[in-house]
């Protein structure tokens, strides 16, 4: 498809348990940002991948959270050890190049509930 | 201090009413403004962009942005019950920071 594609797109998951969620960015886009949104909440920025490395993971919320990019191109993020506090949706956004003037495209997400 | 402050609403109008979104940021530095549009369990779609201070318009959204007081705002004219959807403002640094999002109900 054209657009950024997250899967799954729902995923119930027990506490202590390990997910993985896994992020499929436009072609071409050098940019990968993943966000993490609460209800009610704007989206809260995780980490943001330019090629293959993790430019600004700064938003990361502890050492349970991580990600990558191996190649370049899909990213997953992953959490360990859940916590019902996880329970929210993931974002995924990507961009053509990491710049102000140049538009990120998100997924639908995925809605992670931590049981 | 949040870096960018949205009114949370929610807002209620009629169809045809003129809306007014606001949010305000901390950082003078900041260069670029969105606006983002994000419909009920989808994600996030950009709807407005400025960069500085000043107006643009696109249709029936004018989005303004004034460095001075640090204010940012999107108007809606004659808005449709198409336009119900959570608006997100934003700006940009190396990633974009959102304001919480104002929940917008357009009725019939």
């Known amino acids: 498809g054209a657009g950024v594609s997250q899967t799954p797109s729902n995923k119930v998951t027990e506490k202590g348990k390990y997910v993985e969620l896994r992020c499929d960015p436009i072609?071409?886009?050098?940019?990968l940002y993943w966000y993490r949104q609460s209800l009610g909440q704007g989206p809260e920025f995780l980490i943001y991948?330019?090629?293959?490395?993790?430019?600004?993971d700064s938003g990361l919320p502890n050492d349970r959270f991580f990600a990558v990019r191996p190649e370049g191109s899909v990213s997953t993020l992953k959490i360990q050890r859940t916590e019902r506090g996880d329970s929210a949706v993931y974002l995924c956004?990507?961009?053509?190049?990491?710049?102000?003037?140049?538009?990120?495209?998100f997924g639908q997400g995925t809605r992670l509930t931590v049981v | 201090q949040k870096e960018v402050e949205q009114d949370p609403g929610p807002l209620s109008v009629p169809e045809g009413a003129i809306v007014s979104l606001n949010c305000t940021y901390s950082?003078?530095?900041?260069?670029?403004f969105m606006w983002y549009r994000q419909y009920s369990r989808k994600g996030p779609e950009l709807l407005m962009y400025?960069?500085?201070?000043g107006n643009k318009e696109d249709g029936r959204f004018t989005a303004q942005v004034d460095k001075s007081s640090k204010y940012i705002s999107l108007f809606i004219r004659d808005s449709q019950p198409s336009d119900s959807a959570t608006y997100l403002c934003?700006?940009?640094?190396?990633?974009?920071?959102f304001g919480t999002g104002t929940r917008l109900q357009v009725f019939p």
């Open positions: 991948f330019q090629g293959t490395g993790a430019a600004d």
């Open positions: 950082n003078s530095a900041f260069q670029y």
């Open positions: 072609s071409g886009h050098t940019a």
């Open positions: 400025t960069y500085s201070s």
């Open positions: 934003a700006t940009y640094t190396d990633k974009l920071i």
């Open positions: 956004a990507s961009s053509l190049i990491p710049q102000g003037n140049t538009e990120a495209f």
